[in-house]
């Protein structure tokens, strides 16, 4: 049974009360400030209010892409020690890479944030590499979904055959995250202006909800979440060293 979270407010929601606020900034700029609300005051600010930015939104997903290399990680102890086959947790995984991770996330990344960088002559060697990370992420993860569909037991030379390519996988998809995280995503509000920058946050938010429903990110969480409860890696204080 998977925990459930409230749906998370919509972008264009929180966009919408951040653009109202601006308007009453702006405003106020002609007389005497608005007083401030006071904590607990029916106008107080709330920090749902805050926007989702298309960065912070980047993000949120690369920590679902943490957590499959987590259990990519329990899959590969396992393999190598002949616990109990992972090979339907994995191919449960993969499959999530493959519909969220390349098809939606990456597919952001190589239609609105690598081009608006490149047109900017801004990092163009790294988008270089990115792009071409993604391409060979793909072939690894077409081979891990084939030898992870059967039901029958995997051999051992299919056991190494596909522990090299997780592993292949997680050595690129570690350093490939982290500098876009700390390079590339803080790089796209520097070359987008504040109107296209909110226009991008909502058609994020469109194209999420169009590929996976009402629950989008908050339902691929839950997914992920279901996989670390059958590998036993789910609670996060196992992880606190003695």
Known sequence: MTDRTPPAVGRRHLLGTSISAAGVIALS????????PRAGQ???????????????????EHGVLKRVLLIYREGIRRLQTDEQDPSQALNASAGIIRS????????LEEQYVFPKLEQAGRLTDITSVLRTQHQR???????????????????QP???????DVLAFIRMYEPHEAREDTVVFPALRDVLPP?????????FEDEEHQRFGQ??????????????????IYDLSQFTPT
């Not at 299919?158 to 090299?164: D, G, M, N, Q, Y």
């Not at 109107?195 to 058609?203: I, P």
């Open 42 to 60: 029916a106008d107080a600010p709330d920090v749902r209010d805050v926007p989702v930015t298309p960065p912070e939104d980047l993000m949120r």
């Open 215 to 232: 629950a989008g990110f908050q339902g691929v969480v839950e997914r992920v979440a279901d996989i670390e409860k059958s590998l036993d």
């Open 195 to 203: 109107t296209e920058f909110r226009e991008l946050a909502e058609r």
């Open 100 to 107: 969220f991770i390349e098809d939606y996330h990456e597919h």
């Open 29 to 36: 700029a002609c007389g005497s400030p608005p007083p401030k």
């Open 137 to 155: 992420g793909r072939l690894l993860t077409d081979r891990m979904l084939s030898a992870t569909a059967g039901a029958a037991a995997l051999n």
């Open 158 to 164: 299919a056991r190494e055959a596909l522990v090299k």
